[in-house]
């Protein structure tokens, strides 16, 4: 006999009713302490993903030229701050529309602004906030839209870039994130993304993508048909970056469990740790064999591309899956790079082969690998098809400010670097070490 109903026979059943209060109250209490600690955890969660923003400027400005990095850093700042405040106007309805669904299922309309449902903030989920889903939540839409800000460093104009973010965090992201997150067609078939392999980093890689294309390569990137070695100025500084987005990546997984359950957050943090180091290692070796030498910037990205990979599937798969998971994404990081430089697509840090082609392998993994028999090849695949929508829907607003303002900067901006033409600045003023940079 459990100790409940031990107590409810040596009890008189004029008793019954002031137990039966007390047993509502202490269920009461627990309800409330558990919803405590998984918003708790939500919310540090998402001031781990906001620290990464920190490790992307750091990782493109260490990549970059130092004549460049004011820009960089400029446009990392500003990144953020435009793409959590479009989230909070019109983004969060879009991608969260609670039913919503316009245009046969396709678009969520709900209305602008962030509106608790039942006029309560604690109606929202049982296990944490409105207010915390949305915190968390505006987290990744700016960092669909920084992805971008890398591969297009040191050619494309301040403002049309940040006219880019604007459109493509108010817009583009959040529908293309409802169709799984909010809801849609892809949530509906089972499609499985966990934390954003597809909706975040696939799409800012399509992003990328779209931009790189108009824009072209820098100026002495490909001569006579080769491609030169256009030297980033900080390798500390790029790695640095890549340790903070490693810590923020343990919010950006882990966060995404929805709640704090010990033993889901916990396994999640173990896969997500193995895809990153299997991600190094191999991007060690492969750079070792195709270049002779171990690389740091492919290594490094070997480890971010690991992240990518796993991101997708850090939930539903087993440990070794995990490892392979991300060892695989190391692998396609290096030979990634390499590929781009043939097809004369310049990519000065490397956001293409990590974010795209690791979102692309990461989103098709979870069908290979995942413990769920729900989770197959063709759902993942068909989710990597509607995820592209993202690139001519980015291929059309750098097209209509091509042909308008114009994206690129003059080829003397270019060669004199953006710190002075487009903020009249340095940033290492006084320093000649760097003036050949």
């Not at 209305?111 to 990744?140: I, K, R």
């Not at 390798?235 to 490693?246: E, R, S």
Request: charged share 10%.
């Amino acid at each position: 006999m459990n100790m409940k109903n031990f107590l409810l026979c040596a009890i008189p059943l004029c008793a019954l009713a002031p137990l039966n209060g007390a047993e509502e109250a202490v269920e009461k209490t627990a309800e409330n302490a558990l919803f405590t600690v998984n918003n708790l955890w939500i919310m540090i969660a998402a001031m781990l993903v906001f620290i990464m923003n920190l490790g992307f400027a750091t990782v493109e400005s260490g990549l970059a030229r130092a004549k460049n990095c004011t820009n960089i850093l400029f446009k990392n700042l500003l990144v953020p701050a435009i793409g959590i405040l479009t989230f909070a106007v019109c983004g969060f309805g879009l991608m969260y529309p609670e039913g919503h669904w316009g245009i046969a299922g396709v678009f969520g309309f709900k209305a602008f602004g962030l509106t608790p449902p039942d006029g309560s903030p604690e109606a929202f989920n049982g296990m944490f906030t409105y207010w915390s889903m949305f915190f968390f939540q505006s987290m990744f839409a700016a960092t669909a839209a920084t992805i971008v800000s890398g591969a297009v460093a040191e050619r494309i104009k301040l403002n049309s870039f940040l006219l880019f973010t604007l459109i493509y965090a108010a817009v583009v992201y959040p529908v293309i994130g409802s169709w799984g997150w909010g809801g849609g067609f892809l949530d509906k078939m089972k499609f499985h993304d966990f934390a954003g392999s597809t909706f975040v980093h696939s799409v800012g890689g399509w992003g990328a993508l779209a931009g790189v294309i108009l824009l072209g390569p820098r100026i002495g990137k490909f001569v006579n048909g080769h491609s030169m070695p256009i030297m980033g100025h900080s390798m500390p500084l790029a790695t640095i970056g890549v340790f903070m987005l490693w810590f923020g990546w343990f919010g950006f997984n882990g966060g995404s469990v929805l709640s704090a359950d010990p033993a889901m957050v916990s396994y999640v943090l173990v896969t997500t740790t193995l895809g990153a180091v299997a991600g190094i290692i191999a991007a060690m070796f492969t750079s070792m064999f195709v270049l002779k030498k171990p690389d740091l910037s492919m290594t490094l990205n070997g480890c971010l591309a690991g992240l990518v990979g796993i991101t997708a599937g850090a939930d539903c798969v087993s440990i070794p899956s995990s490892i392979l998971i991300g060892a695989v994404a190391g692998i396609i990081a290096v030979l990634a790079v390499l590929c781009f430089d043939r097809l004369r697509l310049d990519d000065p840090v490397g956001a293409l082969s990590v974010h795209l082609c690791g979102g692309i392998w990461g989103t098709l993994a979870v069908g290979i690998f995942s413990v769920n028999p729900d989770h197959t090849i063709l759902k993942q695949l068909i989710g990597v098809v509607c995820a592209a929508v993202a690139f001519p829907c980015a291929l059309a607003i750098f097209y209509v400010l091509k042909k308008t303002i114009g994206i690129r900067v003059s080829v003397d901006e270019e060669l004199r670097g953006l710190d002075l033409g487009e903020h009249g600045m340095e940033a290492y003023a006084g320093f000649q070490i760097f003036s050949n940079q």
